[in-house]
């Protein structure tokens, strides 16, 4: 690989020293929940935790997959905390949290993929904060996508987000042990068994993607009825993960934006520094939820 790109001026870190802000932080540390928005020093913190909305980590940070554009450490992971879903809920609770999205890392180790850990925080959300909308992201489940996605239609989010991440091309590459088929026919029969609960996915741009590809993708996702899109900015965690290939400016993800509502998506946002709970309550809004 040559040098690396120079980031663009549009890449900048929005810093935010709002109140609210500061109390999410403190409850977090006192929880010992992970947060997606921390760990992964997310560009939209501030936005976000000034709203009400979070992204939190549960099944522990340890992934028994390596995907070379992904931070997230590899090993072997702990099993689930029986008390996790407790302290999930009482601090979206405390924090009146009015969006929450749960995602984790993969677990190919248990049988169920985790998708009885995932149900189990949905209902004790649900159980202290009824209003609050709970927004899961899951991984693929692949080689158990059926017993996970019967746990969580049992328990249904409000709103079911799996990210395909990258153009089938790019697959071995950026995520070798997934499949891209897969993960659409995942979103697929989660419809299938959900259909009032909308489904969701995303796309990094950056990886080596040409815009015609990307465009595929996006038809893809129609064709397996999924309602919700985004798509942001690859941006390289460590020197170690995969390069950036490109930054693609704003205007482009605008029109990347206008022609996936011309698809039919509900709601697409994509910009620069969308990630995939970005905005997630307005994305939720407008797909009626
Ligand atoms: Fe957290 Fe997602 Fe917002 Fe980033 S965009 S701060 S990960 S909720
Ligand atoms: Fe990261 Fe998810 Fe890949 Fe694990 S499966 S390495 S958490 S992107």
Same mark, same amino acid.
């Given at each position: 690989? =040559?040098?690396?790109?120079?980031?663009?001026?549009?890449?900048?870190?929005?810093?935010?020293?709002?109140?609210?802000?500061?109390?999410?932080?403190?409850? /977090?540390?006192?929880?010992?929940?992970?947060?997606?928005?921390?760990?992964?020093?997310?560009?939209?913190?501030?936005?976000? @935790? #000034?709203?009400?909305?979070?992204? @939190?980590?549960? /099944?522990?940070?340890?992934?028994?997959?390596?995907?070379?554009?992904?931070?997230?450490?590899?090993?072997?992971?702990?099993?689930?905390?029986?008390?996790?879903?407790?302290?999930?809920?009482?601090?979206?609770?405390?924090?009146?949290?009015?969006?929450?999205?749960?995602?984790?890392?993969?677990?190919?180790?248990?049988?169920?993929?985790?998708?009885?850990? @995932?149900?189990?925080?949905?209902?004790?959300?649900?159980?202290?904060?009824?209003? %609050?909308?709970?927004?899961? /992201?899951?991984?693929?489940?692949? =080689?158990?996508?059926?017993?996970?996605?019967?746990?969580?239609?049992?328990?249904?989010?409000?709103? !079911? *987000?799996? *990210?395909?991440?990258? &153009?089938?091309?790019?697959?071995?590459?950026?995520?070798?042990?997934?499949?891209?088929?897969?993960?659409?026919?995942?979103?697929?029969?989660?419809?299938?068994?959900?259909?009032? &609960?909308? %489904?969701?996915?995303?796309?990094?741009? #950056?990886?080596?993607?040409?815009?015609?590809?990307?465009?595929?993708?996006?038809?893809?996702?129609?064709?397996?009825?999924?309602?919700? /899109?985004?798509? =942001?900015?690859?941006?390289?965690?460590?020197?170690? *993960?995969?390069?950036?290939?490109?930054?693609?400016?704003?205007?482009?993800?605008?029109?990347?934006?206008?022609?996936?509502?011309? !698809?039919?998506?509900?709601?697409?946002?994509?910009?620069?520094?969308?990630?995939?709970?970005?905005?997630?309550?307005?994305?939720?809004?407008?797909?009626?939820?």
């Amino acid at each position: 690989a =040559g040098p690396a790109l120079r980031k663009p001026d549009w890449i900048r870190v929005r810093v935010s020293q709002s109140e609210s802000f500061r109390e999410v932080k403190r409850t /977090l540390r006192e929880a010992s929940l992970h947060t997606v928005c921390e760990e992964a020093s997310c560009p939209n913190i501030g936005e976000c @935790f #000034g709203k009400g909305t979070a992204t @939190f980590m549960v /099944l522990g940070d340890l992934c028994t997959r390596r995907c070379p554009f992904c931070d997230v450490a590899h090993g072997r992971p702990q099993p689930p905390d029986p008390q996790e879903a407790q302290h999930l809920a009482e601090t979206v609770a405390r924090l009146r949290l009015k969006y929450v999205v749960i995602t984790s890392v993969d677990r190919d180790d248990l049988r169920d993929g985790g998708a009885a850990h @995932f149900a189990a925080c949905i209902r004790a959300v649900r159980a202290q904060s009824p209003g %609050t909308q709970i927004e899961v /992201l899951t991984p693929d489940f692949r =080689g158990r996508a059926e017993v996970a996605l019967d746990i969580l239609a049992a328990d249904p989010p409000d709103v !079911m *987000n799996h *990210n395909l991440e990258t &153009v089938p091309r790019l697959y071995r590459q950026a995520r070798p042990g997934a499949d891209y088929l897969h993960s659409l026919q995942l979103l697929q029969s989660f419809r299938a068994r959900c259909p009032d &609960v909308p %489904t969701k996915s995303g796309l990094m741009l #950056g990886l080596g993607e040409t815009d015609d590809e990307v465009l595929d993708v996006m038809r893809d996702l129609r064709h397996h009825g999924v309602d919700m /899109l985004t798509v =942001g900015q690859y941006l390289q965690p460590r020197p170690g *993960n995969l390069p950036v290939e490109r930054y693609v400016a704003p205007a482009q993800f605008e029109t990347l934006a206008q022609q996936a509502r011309a !698809m039919g998506f509900a709601h697409a946002a994509c910009g620069p520094l969308v990630r995939s709970s970005y905005h997630a309550d307005r994305q939720a809004h407008a797909a009626g939820v």
